[in-house]
């Protein structure tokens, strides 16, 4: 029965209302398993019937549902094929009639259906899209433009490739001549329509997006379309870049217009080819910096502006890394650009201080050190920063004649004139670091003219210490500590580590938060010999009133989207807990309540990724350093609001509570599983598994499960659905790992006779997969399960158990499997404990294996040569690293993807820990099998090896 679009269209609006809206989405979910849901929405899309709130709704559905559910792992399409067609012809057409905000949405959409289908099963797109470029319909051109930039702005990032340059190559051919025409007519719709603000408007969207076209179609090799007419390119960019209108501006000096967009988009485009292709473009280069200065020395400082400022300064920026840069090599030069460039963008202004007072936390991001935000502070920094790697001596003398000039300024009267230190600390930063600052250990080398200590201590530590310093100078004293603090000695920060303890306690809410910044990266810094620089004893004895400070800090105003504003104070508090370890055991309570009491709030909306992500690591250090003392404690405090979170259908939050599951869980391994029977039974249904992102999690745990509880689940018959679970991942590229996790935790726990039955089915899957879709992590997987299973003879496995099986599904199909991959293989299996046990399986082969002795007397000489030479480097199985790794959140995608929670990574295990020195072993396990067997080994040697082989193998036997 197809979607219904009455029903359909009543249940995106109850989804609007909060009131409503978990149900709604309920009923939304029901609604996709029918045939034709996403054509449904795309109706409503596209009709102007439906109110514009609904209509957004069903696009945005629609943008949701097609990046889940259009390919699979392996590219194959989920969707039926007449469904497939009839999106991809009805899309583009809608894309080009329905408004902006509609656009938007559709064009992701788009994107993500090019990712896996353009452009060999979508080969008439871009004919699709030239076909409806029009000489001066702007709406329709708008709509065919965004299109194209939703799929060939996934090229910005990527690296080259063959394959990327045959699709950009496919587009260029057709794309390049339709978009220099439409750049002519585009510039003569706008000269002819002066007079016409609305007209003018609309072709100055075209414009824009012409221009972010540019980029997209320059960003990995020069078009030679565009080299051809580089002349023509250049000379109507320049126009744009210094082109104005009075019915282009805005009337509101915050908001940015038609115009600022424009021109920031000529910069990142002049930017591009400056670093890519100078050789070509170079000769047009001073006309831009002629303007860019021009520019630079009128703008007034609304906050309109900010972007454009900050693009004008990375263009220069760039020019400065050229051989154009000598024209800034001139003291009179040099004092124009400090005094009429650099000095206004970095001076605080009123919007600057009315930003620190009104949104605080808005403040702390765009001024972060590292942060990606288009400051004029930030872009001022970078320029001057250039022009000191090409000309260090002048430009730092130049910079700190201004220093001294803005101190003595704020010495006349500090009440009134702070600004003027604020800006000279911020010039100094400027001129002292070099390089960019890294997010693990701030600035790593300094300009060998100035001296930060000596700086420290006159102009900054008093900040530091005064109770009635002016805020933003306390900032800045803080963020100066936090900027430079690999440069300052472990002694320095002893001393200064309290100091910034104590401002967590202020009230203000940038200052606590700054203080929480630096206490965080203090915590994280090692000395040379990896030990903390501040002692643990002074964390650990001050972290009860620390970490309750900041739960407060955090829970002060109650709303979900509140409370997860600030991520800063979060990550403090997940580094204190990593920090302390087990130093945590005594609070380990009160720590619980408070997180718990924080998941209870923010599961009604789950609003900031990185918040989450703390919020989660924390918990998981928590879990790592104090559950295997207090299992019971942790297990009960933890079920209750994890099920409610899981059973609300919490996507957001589930992938990181599989992984704490499977940590409390771990952290008890003999415990029962009592309370977890019910989530056993939800994880076995299979439906969870869909989310991708909860696919490592899930095997994760369901293997922990398994280790606690196999006997019942095979009394309960729930063995079945495992192997059911085990037998989807193994079908696919990206699951096959989580698929020999699952069934290596079946084969360790599962009684033999239990497992008996299945196990021609479990080969037979892994045989298929070798054969018709073999990978090389497959391969290795194969290899260390075949290895896990011929070293369990004590289990009732063993070789002869393994071929015994091959046989039942083709006989004698194990002799090239393991001459062909197994053997020459084993070699390269890369993790230490899938060596270790490849030794043990050799070994235990060598001398009790009778279908060697007999079917493949061959192949006991062979296992031999193999087990020497892996030998030659016997594995040593890594000891437990306690070393927990910092993640980089801006490289962690957040999303429907799983992110892997580093406190509380699975540690690796050791199937034979009893075995410490394998060629003792070896020694003592060939010797005792030579006497069971009555001396049977040592006739095989003789009888069957040369004597290189004899010889190598005397010393163990």
């Known amino acids: 029965m197809a979607a219904d679009i009455p029903t359909l269209s009543k249940l995106l609006e109850a989804s609007l209302d909060p009131r409503q809206n978990k149900?709604?989405?309920k009923a939304i979910t029901e609604e996709q398993t029918k045939p034709n849901f996403s054509l449904s929405l795309l109706h409503i899309v596209a009709s102007d019937s439906f109110p514009a709130t609904i209509r957004l709704s069903s696009a945005l559905y629609f943008k949701n549902f097609v990046k889940r559910n259009w390919v699979d792992e392996d590219g194959n399409y989920k969707l039926p094929q007449d469904e497939v067609v009839a999106i991809k012809r009805e899309l583009i057409?809608?894309?080009?009639?329905?408004p902006a905000n509609l656009q938007a949405q559709l064009g992701e959409a788009i994107s993500a259906i090019a990712d896996s289908d353009f452009w060999e099963r979508w080969d008439t797109l871009v004919d699709d899209l030239i076909s409806r470029?029009?000489?001066?319909?702007?709406?329709?051109?708008?709509?065919?433009?965004?299109?194209?930039h939703s799929i060939f702005k996934r090229w910005r990032p990527l690296f080259r490739s063959d394959e990327l340059f045959t699709e950009i190559n496919h587009v260029l051919t057709k794309f390049s001549a339709p978009f220099l025409t439409l750049l002519q007519n585009t510039d003569?719709?706008?000269t002819s329509s002066q007079g016409n603000p609305q007209v003018l408007k609309e072709a100055f969207t075209t414009l824009d997006l012409l221009i972010k076209l540019f980029y997209d179609l320059s960003c990995q090799d020069l078009p030679p379309d565009f080299e051809d007419h580089i002349g023509a390119i250049s000379g109507l960019l320049h126009k744009y870049l210094v082109y104005d209108n009075p019915s282009l501006h805005t009337d509101d000096e915050t908001e940015s217009g038609p115009l600022e967009y424009v021109r920031a988009g000529i910069f990142e485009g002049l930017m591009l080819y400056i670093q890519k292709y100078e050789d070509v473009f170079g000769a047009q280069l001073p006309q831009f910096i002629e303007s860019t200065w021009g520019f630079l020395m009128s703008v007034g400082l609304e906050t309109k502006y900010d972007i454009l400022v900050s693009k004008a300064l990375q263009f220069l920026t760039a020019v400065a890394s050229t051989s154009h840069a000598e024209s800034f090599n001139n003291q009179d030069v040099l004092v124009?650009?400090?005094e009429k460039v650099i000095l206004?963008?970095?001076t605080l202004r009123e919007s600057d201080v009315e930003l620190f007072e009104d949104e605080p936390i808005e403040f702390i991001r765009r001024d972060l050190e590292g942060s990606d935000n288009d400051t004029r502070r930030r872009a001022a920094t970078n320029f001057l920063r250039q022009l000191m790697s090409r000309f260090e001596s002048l430009v730092t003398r130049t910079s700190q004649n201004y220093i001294e000039i803005y101190l003595q300024d704020y010495a006349k009267d500090t009440k009134k004139n702070w600004k003027s230190k604020d800006t000279a600390v911020y010039l100094f930063t400027a001129i002292a670091a070099k390089g960019t600052a890294t997010a693990a250990q701030g600035v790593l080398s300094v300009n060998e003219n100035v001296d930060i200590l000596d700086f420290f201590q006159k102009h900054i530590a008093a900040d530091l210490q005064a109770h009635d310093a002016e805020l933003i100078l306390k900032v800045d004293a803080i963020k100066y500590l936090y900027v430079f603090r690999s440069q300052l000695s472990p002694d320095l920060w002893r001393a200064a580590f309290p100091l910034l303890v104590n401002h967590l306690g202020n009230d203000n809410y940038v200052i606590h938060t700054y203080a929480a910044i630096a206490v965080e990266r203090v915590l994280f810094m090692t000395d040379s010999?990896?030990?903390?620089?501040?002692?643990?004893?002074?964390?650990v004895g001050a972290s009860r009133d620390l970490l309750t400070h900041l739960f407060k800090l955090i829970t002060k105003d109650s709303a979900p989207e509140k409370i997860q504003e600030n991520e800063f104070l979060m990550k403090c508090i997940m580094?204190?807990?990593?920090?302390?370890r087990d130093g945590s055991l005594p609070i380990a309570e009160t720590v619980l309540n408070n997180f718990v009491a924080i998941i209870k709030v923010i599961r009604h909306n789950p609003s900031n990724p990185r918040f989450q992500y703390y919020l989660f690591e924390g918990l998981g250090a928590l879990i790592r350093f104090g559950a295997p003392n207090y299992p019971q404690v942790f297990e009960t405090k933890l079920y209750e609001p994890f099920a409610t979170c899981l059973s609300e259908g919490i996507d957001e939050f589930s992938p990181y509570i599989f992984q704490l599951f499977s940590a409390l869980l771990e952290a008890n391994p003999s415990g029962d599983l009592t309370q977890y029977r019910d989530l056993l039974g939800v994880i076995i249904q299979g439906s969870v598994w869909e989310q991708r992102g909860n696919v490592p999690a899930l095997s994760r745990l369901l293997s922990a499960m398994i280790a606690r509880d196999a006997s019942h689940i095979v009394a309960s018959k729930q063995l079945e659905p495992v192997l059911g679970i085990f037998q989807k991942l193994v079908a696919t590229k990206a699951h096959e790992g989580y698929a020999f996790e699952l069934i290596e935790a079946v084969v360790t726990y599962t009684p033999i006779e239990a497992l008996q039955p299945y196990f021609v089915t479990i080969l037979q899957l892994m045989l298929q997969r070798l054969s018709s879709m073999k990978t090389e992590n497959f391969q290795q997987r194969f290899i260390a399960f075949y290895h896990f299973v011929s070293a369990r003879q004590d289990k009732g496995l063993g070789a002869d158990f393994f071929i015994n099986v091959t046989d039942q599904i083709q006989r004698d199909v194990f002799k090239p499997i393991y001459l062909t991959v197994i053997l020459p293989e084993t070699q390269k299996l890369a993790r230490p404990t899938d060596r270790k046990t490849a030794v043990v399986s050799f070994t235990k082969t060598l001398a009790d294996s009778q279908a060697f002795v007999d079917r493949y007397p061959k192949g006991w000489a062979l296992t031999a040569q193999r087990l020497l030479e892996l030998m030659i480097n016997p594995p040593v199985p890594a000891a437990a690293d306690d070393i927990i790794p910092d993640a980089d959140v801006d490289e962690l995608g957040f999303g429907v993807g799983f992110t892997q929670l580093n406190t509380c990574k699975k540690a690796p295990r050791d199937p034979f820990p009893e075995i410490t020195d394998v060629k003792e072993w070896i020694k003592h396990y060939l010797r005792d099998a030579n006497s069971r067997h009555n001396g049977r080994i040592v006739q095989i040697v003789q009888q069957r090896l040369d004597q290189q082989l004899q010889h190598a193998l005397a010393e163990y036997l």
């Open 529 to 539: 010999n990896r030990q903390p620089i501040i002692p643990k004893s002074d964390v």
């Open 93 to 98: 057409g809608l894309m080009v009639s329905v």
């Open 344 to 346: 206004p963008n970095l």
């Open 575 to 580: 580094r204190v807990l990593i920090f302390i």
């Open 23 to 25: 149900q709604a989405e």
């Open 336 to 338: 124009q650009i400090i």
């Open 133 to 148: 470029l029009t000489p001066d319909n702007s709406t329709v051109n708008n709509g065919v433009l965004r299109v194209a």
């Open 188 to 190: 003569a719709l706008i």
